[in-house]
């Protein structure tokens, strides 16, 4: 497989994701997050300096998208890169920040990935 053909699947694994979450969740609009996957893929692929380990280092850079439209792919990308889960204290979880069922219950009562990225609810996410 080429690196080019590499690239398309990935970026089509991100699409696809964030469409199956949406059509779960019976709630969103899949445009923004279809648009902007390779534009999202190629920051985190290319120059974001981050840690999927460590996702609150120091001097990290981050990913943040404004409108709720695009929390979906923010939540994918933090679950395909395999971002690990970190407490109030900094202190590692060891479990996934997004696992596949948060995103199966995308926007559902009592789901741990609301509409919206919020505050300190997701490692990797807003902070």
Same mark, same amino acid.
């Given at each position: 497989?080429?690196?080019?053909?590499?690239?398309?699947? $990935? %970026?089509?694994?991100?699409?696809? !994701?964030?469409?199956?979450?949406? *059509? =779960?969740? +019976?709630?969103?609009?899949?445009?923004?997050?279809?648009?902007?996957?390779?534009?999202?893929?190629?920051?985190?692929?290319?120059?974001?300096?981050?840690?999927?380990?460590?996702?609150?280092?120091?001097?990290?850079?981050?990913?943040?998208?404004?409108?709720?439209?695009? $929390? %979906?792919?923010?939540?994918?990308? !933090?679950?395909?890169?395999?971002? *690990? =889960?970190? +407490?109030?204290?900094?202190?590692?979880?060891?479990?996934?920040?997004?696992?596949?069922?948060?995103?199966?219950?995308?926007?559902?009562?009592?789901?741990?990935?609301?509409?919206?990225?919020?505050?300190?609810?997701?490692?990797?996410?807003?902070?």
């Amino acid at each position: 497989m080429s690196d080019n053909d590499l690239e398309t699947l $990935s %970026v089509n694994t991100i699409r696809t !994701l964030c469409m199956d979450t949406l *059509q =779960a969740a +019976d709630s969103g609009r899949p445009g923004t997050p279809m648009g902007i996957a390779p534009v999202a893929y190629t920051l985190w692929q290319r120059f974001l300096r981050f840690d999927p380990a460590d996702p609150i280092r120091p001097n990290r850079d981050r990913f943040l998208l404004w409108q709720g439209h695009a $929390s %979906v792919l923010l939540r994918s990308l !933090l679950h395909l890169a395999g971002v *690990q =889960a970190v +407490d109030a204290d900094h202190e590692a979880l060891g479990r996934p920040a997004v696992t596949l069922d948060d995103l199966r219950t995308f926007r559902q009562l009592g789901s741990r990935s609301s509409g919206y990225p919020e505050y300190r609810w997701t490692s990797g996410g807003p902070c």
